[in-house]
């Protein structure tokens, strides 16, 4: 399914990319930033995401609240969200009220406030969904893996950061991060909905063009050391049950690997959703559901695979179930892994992998939102572009491909092994992890 | 008001010889399908004896059918690209799927093949009953899970199905057995009991008979049975309970009563007075002052869960330990505020104008539009019920919302659960 795409280029350097989908009378507006942990240095971790939160906190023009009763007012929704890659912020309205939206993200983009009073408020909600996610397990062993895994490059470190920089960090350690990121020459918008392309360039132009250029963001140098042998982390914590993650350092999403590895993890454990809402394929004729979870030795498996800047990681990820030794489930990943990387999978495998990903690329572009978030972080990551290119990419995937990329990913030597083992004492170990944080 | 998707003239709406009632809508924009359905069946009619059983039976009606076994289900679905599920509330069964178009026909088929014909095998049947004891352990650990289930049982009498969460208790679970499966999907799956629901790129008679082929057949004997929550008895005094977790760092912590019934008169003026209360933008006033102001949690929002019986009334909030007795002061002084004096007219006005306003978002994807249909057929709120809406909501006055909040938020008395560290 093409789609008409604008690309446009401001003299400041905002990129614009507008997407008219006229099947509803509604528009989505996002600002995605180039900067999210992945730009972050110890000592300020953590700094991404707190800045976010900072950008409801008012400007001069746009006092604190004045964003909410304003998309309120307008039968809007906002968010925004921060992620290892980018910051995203959202407006969707009713598409006669979609310039509110523009009013927003330009004043923001350069002039929220950072008043110390409302800095040091927002830090015990930081710190308080930091310890909401401590409270589960999941939490704890990824975010060991991740630190485990990547020693050098900065996605060792959680979205949320780590406590004691959420503890002493600055009002004007936020101030300095917002002021290098947050540029037109940094950032792109990204429109979908109900609107005419001319007249929403005009817009743009008029609400974001007199924004001055930044200096050049810094770029993230850190790359990660090849991978010399196997490394594993015990996490012994109270819990319900134990748990497994190994973690695979595998391909960038602009490299030529990518849509091999794509397919491969979906021949493992199903094609995972691409909208902004989730879903996915159940998964539950792929290898690793049988081999664990019908065999009785997990109650839940999966093999997750996300477009990332730099080169993130395969993690195969599995519920023990209770009363099995996490070993047994162990050996059985690892045998189902060695086994796709020394046979080929077959034709009917891959074309399940084809349809499933058909499947959810048709119900992720249902709606404007879906849109507007796929277009976004897919240009982040890597391209736009890739929003069009998608299906044959994996459409071109042959079993060659598949087989070669395990083989090239998934060894001993590249991987990080985590286990979860419930322990009787209450003593909490310092661990981190990856995903989106609101 | 001439765009939006669901009125009298773009809805089909039939009822077909057996009973079922089909609502489709025809959506040419993305080339799928979403399937929405509901059984008035559910966990209500779960004893203390037998708590899990509406949800294990539901759950394993996937397990195995007269035409698939689970593993040539999971196959046809992993092959298409299709998803299916099929699972118990309390108050209604649920089942829903997505499919590419040119598969509509197979999803029917499934759905039909699994509704009408499951057979219960005794092996993949014990795997998922070992699934579900794990579920339920995991969510024993969780502590948001354990909050609101600790909740409901000091909120609502043992006598009601509220009570209890549908998934049931370990020790209930594991004594249910294939027989009583078996008995419960021939008692209350029926498709006098059954709607479905239609959103795609599919005409609307093209659907319904494609519809009537895969379901027609399905006959009902005898009448089903009574459908009804009981009503819920006000608490009398403040009950509490704290559970304790190891390995903790953050308590969560639900405080409330029981709310009204979605068809109650009472329901508008309540649920804008509870949008103003805790949801309106950043978590409304709640969030205003005890996540905003005071700093005290990361999450704090209320909800009102009005459905056929009157659900609770709560709200719910993510605390640090040291700050608990200051978070729920501060919760139970905005209670007090909502019920002292009528909100001001700019709060009112700011409410009605998104609730109107953002209809249209609601309603701009397939799943948008089946969701908002089940409900208005489920509440026997009429086609022509977006239509009413603006005004209804227009209708409603400060003094309606005192009044209704007066009613309901009980200040005095409420139930308040806690689960969080073990040195709470």
Known sequence: MPQEIHEEHLDNGLMVLLAPVRTAPVATFWVWYRVGSRNEVPGITGVSHWVEHMMFKGTPTLKKGEIMHLVNRNGGVDNAFTWTDFTAYFETFPSDRIDLALRIESDRMVNSLFDPDEVASERTVIISEREGAENDPHFWLAEEVGATAFKVHPYHHDTVGWKTDLETMTRDDLYRHYKTFYAPNNAVIVAAGDFDVNEMLGKIRQSFGSIPRGADAPQVKSVEPPQEGERRVLLRRPGPTSYFHAAYHGPKSSDPDFFPVFVLAGVLAGVGGMSFSGGGSPGRSSRLYRALVESGLATGVDCGFRPTIDPGTIDVTATVRPGVAVEKVERAIFAELEKIASKPVTDAELAKVHKQARSQFVYASDGVMNRGYWLGELEIVASYKMYDAFLDGIANVTKADVQRVAAKYLTETNRTVGWFVPSGNGKARRAAGKRARR | ?424
Not at chain 2, 88 to 106: P, V
């Open chain 2, 1 to 424: 008001m001439t765009t939006l998707p669901i009125t009298p003239e773009t809805i089909t709406r039939v009822t077909l010889d057996n009973g079922i009632v089909v609502l489709v809508k025809d959506n040419p924009n993305n080339p799928s399908v979403t399937l929405r359905g509901r059984l008035r069946a559910g966990g209500l009619y779960d004893t203390d004896k037998t708590s899990g059983l509406a949800y294990l039976a539901t759950a394993a009606l996937q397990r195995g059918t007269r035409k698939r076994t689970f593993q040539k289900l999971n196959e046809e679905l992993d092959r298409t690209g299709m998803s299916f599920g099929v699972g118990a509330g309390m108050e209604t069964i649920w089942f829903s799927g997505k499919a590419l178009i040119e598969d509509f026909d197979r999803l029917l088929d499934l759905t039909a093949d699994v509704l009408t014909h499951p057979t219960f095998p005794r092996v993949e049947t014990e795997k998922l009953r070992a699934e579900i004891l794990a579920d339920l352990r995991e969510a024993d650990d969780d502590t948001q899970h354990v909050a609101y289930r600790e909740f409901r049982a000091l909120c609502y009498p043992a006598s009601h199905p509220y009570h209890r969460l549908s998934d049931g208790r370990a020790e209930t679970v594991k004594r249910l057995t294939l027989a009583q499966l078996a008995d419960f999907h021939a008692r209350y799956f029926r498709p006098d009991v059954t709607t479905l629901v239609v959103v795609g790129d599919i005409r609307a008679n093209q659907a319904i008979e494609k519809i009537e082929r895969a379901l027609g057949k399905w006959k009902a004997r005898g009448k089903p049975a009574e459908h009804r929550i009981p009503d819920a008895p006000l608490p009398k005094q403040i009950v509490q309970k704290k559970t304790p977790l190891a390995g903790k760092t953050q308590a969560d912590v639900v405080i409330g009563y029981p709310g009204l019934r979605r068809t109650d008169p009472d329901f508008y003026a309540l649920s804008l007075g509870e949008l103003i209360f805790g949801r309106l933008g950043l978590y409304g006033r709640l969030g205003a002052n005890v996540r905003d102001k005071q700093g005290l949690a990361y999450y704090v929002y209320s909800g009102v869960e009005a459905n056929l019986g009157a659900g609770p009334w709560a709200v719910h909030a993510g605390v640090n330990p040291k700050n608990l007795d200051r978070a729920i002061e501060g919760i139970v002084a905005e209670v007090k505020r909502l019920r002292a004096e009528p909100v001001t007219s700019d709060e009112l006005s700011e409410a009605k104008d998104f609730v109107t306003g953002s209809l249209a978002l609601r309603l701009e994807t397939n799943e948008g539009v089946a969701g908002t249909l089940g409900d208005i057929e489920l509440f026997d709120l009429g086609l022509d019920y977006l239509q009413r809406y603006p005004n209804i909501i227009r209708a409603i006055t400060a003094e309606q919302i005192l009044a209704a909040t007066q009613k309901y938020a009980q200040i005095e008395n409420y139930a308040l659960s806690i689960a969080g560290p073990v040195d709470l």
